[in-house]
């Protein structure tokens, strides 16, 4: 019977994890990665303690620490259902069932998809999700960023640096985003800002040629051979139906990362915390793993 199992390990499910192994507590973390967003993310310049590091590099160092303790991993594991079932907390994934005192969902989020003609059928044939896992693959080529947030930003700051030209597609009138990154953005004679531009479909034979754009109601064909979606995330909390969750589908919390289910608690992006950074992600685990402790602590099981 352990004491703590925690769905997830990014930023978020690893600090709990970490906090939870200090407490002496008996911890099984169960994940479909290890990283989760920050892995996938570029440049990381405001975490605290590192002027700059990469978020690859950050999410080694995560990890490293995790290992460090007695902590059960199991990875390439997805979740099924999350349930209360008498004092006893039940998780189910795609590999197997599992019993604890308490839970931490921790699960993050994943990239929402275009939903255009053409998106699955290029889906890692040009089309993508990672700018730091697949630029490099599209060195002197053109290619398309589609979104204009912070994401989208981040991406065609790394392509800058290998693509021949970038096209950043924003469906807003403008690009929104911290000031240093816009202003990375708008210096570089590499970078094409479409605004009042929607994607209406994805071109190619075998791999990816093209994107089709509509701009008011003028079409137009982007001579691309690579395509990255960056229009925002979706949280992981499909199997965490009797939870209480906003209509965005983040799982609600209060300020000790209850859930409305005695002894499930939730952290990181899947919470309905409004800024999503992963210092912020790494404190909410924090207090999340906490917050487990005190509650096995007072509980009779």
Excluded: W
């Excluded at 991406?155 to 690009?175: G, P, T």
């Excluded at 994107?211 to 229009?231: H, N």
């Amino acid at each position: 019977m352990l004491d703590l199992i925690i769905i997830g390990a990014g930023p978020a499910g690893i600090t709990a994890a970490v906090y939870a192994a200090r407490e002496n507590m008996s911890v099984l973390v169960i994940t479909k990665d290890i990283g989760g967003q920050a892995a996938i993310s570029g440049d990381v310049e405001n975490y605290t303690g590192y002027q700059f590091i990469t978020g690859p590099e950050l999410s080694i160092k995560f990890e490293e620490h995790m290992r460090k303790y007695d902590i059960q991993v199991r990875e390439n594991e997805e979740i099924v259902n999350v349930e209360k079932k008498d004092k006893l907390c039940l998780v189910t994934s795609n590999k197997g069932s599992y019993q604890g005192k308490t839970i931490i969902i921790a699960s993050g989020k994943r990239s929402r998809e275009l939903n255009v003609p053409g998106e699955k059928e290029f889906k890692n044939k040009g089309l993508t999700y990672c700018a730091i896992c697949d630029g490099p693959l599209f060195a002197q080529k053109e290619v398309a960023v589609v979104g204009g947030g912070n994401s989208s930003l981040d991406a065609a700051i790394q392509l800058m640096n290998i693509a021949k030209r970038v096209y950043i597609v924003n469906i807003n009138s403008e690009l929104k985003g911290d000031a240093v990154m816009l202003e990375k953005i708008r210096n570089s004679n590499k970078v094409t800002i479409l605004n009042n531009s929607q994607v209406i479909a994805v071109l190619g034979d075998n791999m990816v040629k093209g994107l089709k754009i509509k701009k008011e109601s003028d079409e137009e064909t982007l001579a691309v051979e690579g395509v990255f979606v960056e229009i925002g995330l979706i949280p992981n909390s499909d199997f965490a139906g009797n939870l209480n969750r906003n209509e965005f589908g983040e799982i609600k919390i209060n300020l000790r990362n209850q859930t409305n289910i005695s002894g499930v608690f939730a952290a990181g992006d899947v919470t309905d915390v409004p800024e999503k950074q992963i210092v912020i992600a790494c404190g909410e685990g924090a207090k999340a793993s906490l917050s487990a402790f005190k509650y096995l602590a007072t509980s009779k099981f």
